[in-house]
């Protein structure tokens, strides 16, 4: 009896055993197949995904065919992801609807460069300095033309003889395909001569201009307000001042117009009074960097602007814009945009109005 007792606890015990492995094995299951139905929800990307934020961007510039001012970054989930934003920030500053004027005011800090695109026609005015305190602390003029997808000039203006205008020059040369060079230097010496040495080697197009002359720029007109100017109005006098002998361009897009003259100060701008041409314009380009005596009050209210843009150092070793310039342009209600605090500033212009963004392309 002791015997079958004993049996019988043992087959118990067995079946017990046998029953609880069963069970564990079936709770183990129950776990993986949940695990997997979780992971196959998480692989379907939902509808505000950043995947499709980042292409919805895209096709909304596409669509309605104007250049953001900024797009907004989202966190990315991998790495991939900044690749693929950057990609779309590159495509929407690239991006140009065809009828519509672009001028970039560059900032390369002391100097001028100022690009104009209109549809696949582009013209540079100055290239700003070559100097390796300028090329330090301010925006690089050749990546910016590359991030635009620039490789083509139509027009390459130098204004005059200084460096923090035609210092980079030569490398514009030997970076782009260029139509035409219009500059006058006359008696030139040291970085312009050879730069124009540089144009005459490659067999560069060159033009003197003279006032009254006008250029087409796609849909846009580019009209000449004065060559070099060798003669002061009020005395008859020939200058030497290089500064005074600044090229002076007035580009029109429909009802839109800019005005820019260099470095031109008051002798200059006497010049420009007498000459009889059409001043008012939407935009002006303030002559030498915002300096005082490079903007009398006769001449601002002939051009009667409603912008105006300052390209200059955020630590000018000159001053530069003056304090007189900026209150003067204060008063006379004009806005006003200045690259050593803002970066590079964009206009665009639609043959009625202009819109206008900053951005930090370039440094």
């Excluded at 700003?128 to 300028?134: K, L, N, P, R």
């Excluded at 070099?228 to 839109?256: A, K, M």
């Excluded at 209150?327 to 945009?337: D, H, I, M, N, S």
Aim: a negative charge; glycine letters at 8%.
């Amino acid at each position: 009896m002791k015997h079958n007792k004993r049996g019988r606890s043992a087959a118990s015990a067995h079946y017990f055993v046998i029953g609880l492995l069963a069970l564990c094995a079936l709770f183990f299951t129950i776990l993986i197949v949940i695990l997997l139905v979780t992971k196959s929800s998480k692989d379907v990307p939902s509808d505000g995904s950043k995947e499709d934020q980042a292409i919805g961007v895209s096709q909304e510039t596409e669509s309605e065919q104007n250049e953001p001012d900024i797009v907004e970054e989202t966190e990315p989930e991998a790495a991939d992801a900044d690749e693929r934003q950057d990609e779309v920030l590159s495509d929407s500053f690239a991006y140009r609807a065809p009828d519509r004027l672009y001028v970039h005011f560059i900032d390369v800090g002391q100097g001028d460069a100022t690009l104009f695109i209109q549809g696949d026609h582009t013209m540079l005015v100055d290239t700003g300095s070559a100097s390796s305190a300028a090329a330090a602390s301010t925006r690089d003029l050749l990546k910016y033309l590359e991030e635009l997808g620039v490789d083509h000039l139509d027009y390459l203006v130098l204004t005059h003889g200084h460096e923090d205008h035609v210092g980079r020059a030569m490398d514009v040369m030997q970076s782009f395909e260029i139509d035409q060079l219009i500059a006058d230097f006359g008696n030139a010496e040291g970085y312009v001569t050879n730069t124009m040495e540089r144009a005459e080697h490659i067999g560069l197009k060159t033009m003197k201009p003279e006032g009254g002359e006008e250029l087409p720029l796609g849909d846009a007109k580019v009209q000449i307000l004065t060559g070099r100017v060798t003669t002061i109005p009020s005395s008859g006098d020939e200058t030497t001042d290089v500064n005074n002998q600044s090229i002076g361009l007035r580009v029109t897009y429909g009802e839109n117009s800019f005005l820019l003259y260099g470095d031109g100060e008051s002798e200059y701008e006497k010049y420009l009074l007498a000459s009889g041409y059409k001043l008012k314009s939407d935009v002006l380009k303030v002559p030498h960097h915002g300096f005082e005596a490079s903007l009398s009050d006769e001449i601002l209210e002939k051009i009667h602007p409603k912008y105006a843009v300052i390209s200059s150092a955020k630590k000018s070793n000159f001053g530069f814009p003056s304090d007189a310039t900026l209150q003067k342009l204060g008063l006379a209600e004009v806005a006003t945009f200045c690259t050593n605090r803002l970066g590079n500033v964009v206009a665009v212009a639609d043959g009625n109005s202009i819109t206008w963004s900053t951005n930090d392309i370039g440094k």
